[in-house]
T-cell receptor, first 114, second 115 residues
Framework: AQKITQTQPGMFVQEKEAVTLDCTYD???????LFWYKQPSSGEMIFLIY??????QNATEGRYSLNFQKARKSANLVISASQLGDSAMYFC???????????FGAGTTVTVRA | DVKVTQSSRYLVKRTGEKVFLECVQD?????MFWYRQDPGLGLRLIYF???????EKGDIPEGYSVSREKKERFSLILESASTNQTSMYLC??????????????FGEGSRLTVL
């Protein structure tokens, strides 16, 4: 069984600063994908970034980057230059190519202060 | 534009009623998922399907069943609704495998209240 752990239930960050959201995962499958999603108060799920287990480089998408440390089974999200609009719940998720099961962590609430 | 459409945004049902939550996607995706989202618990997988007529139990399948008769439609069924099934239900779909961006597409959610 695979498991996603997000240990930070809530975080505060100052506008324009960077913030790192932790995510660790546990799987025995060699091939898997890792995702980060943002859920603002409106409730929609917004795809941010994806990392494949065989990708050599860390994924980046604009202000979002994924710090992928495969040996440590860690996939932390880094948001650079935080903006007020970044205030939301953030979910880490993983899908395994072995069983197509997509699992989510409990989420981290980020509040950006002006 | 990719669309995952959930039939009802808000439902109120009574204990013991049968509840159908419908999800339709227009991207010819193989994989479809049903989650429930509760505060502090994140998204928990109820059932998923990777092909027509195929279904797999997720982490919390008890009290739920699913149906996938057509590729584009994945239905979640509560045979006899209970108050502890009051929750937000999210449907998602994606292409098979991990090719491309791997992006999942979510519906807007269905908030179910069981009285």
């Amino acid at each position: 069984a695979q498991k996603i752990t997000q240990t930070q239930p809530g975080m505060f960050v100052q506008e324009k600063e960077a913030v790192t959201l932790d995510c660790t995962y546990d799987t025995s499958d060699p091939s898997y994908g890792l995702f980060w999603y943002k859920q603002p108060s409106s409730g929609e799920m917004i795809f941010l970034i994806y990392q494949g287990s065989y990708d050599q480089q860390n994924a980046t998408e604009g202000r979002y980057s994924l710090n992928f440390q495969k040996a440590r089974k860690s996939a932390n999200l880094v948001i650079s230059a935080s903006q007020l609009g970044d205030s939301a719940m953030y979910f880490c998720a993983m899908i395994s190519s072995n069983d197509y099961k997509l699992s989510f962590g409990a989420g981290t609430t980020v509040t950006v202060r002006a | 534009d990719v669309k995952v459409t959930q039939s009802s945004r808000y439902l109120v049902k009574r204990t013991g009623e049968k509840v159908f939550l419908e999800c339709v996607q227009d991207m010819d995706h193989e994989n479809m998922f049903w989650y429930r989202q509760d505060p502090g618990l994140g998204l928990r997988l109820i059932y998923f399907s990777y092909d027509v007529k195929m279904k797999e139990k997720g982490d919390i399948p008890e009290g739920y069943s699913v149906s996938r008769e057509k590729k584009e439609r994945f239905s979640l069924i509560l045979e006899s609704a209970s108050t502890n099934q009051t929750s937000m239900y999210l449907c998602a779909s994606t292409l098979r495998g991990l090719a491309g961006t791997g992006e999942l597409f979510f519906g807007e959610g269905s908030r179910l209240t069981v009285l």
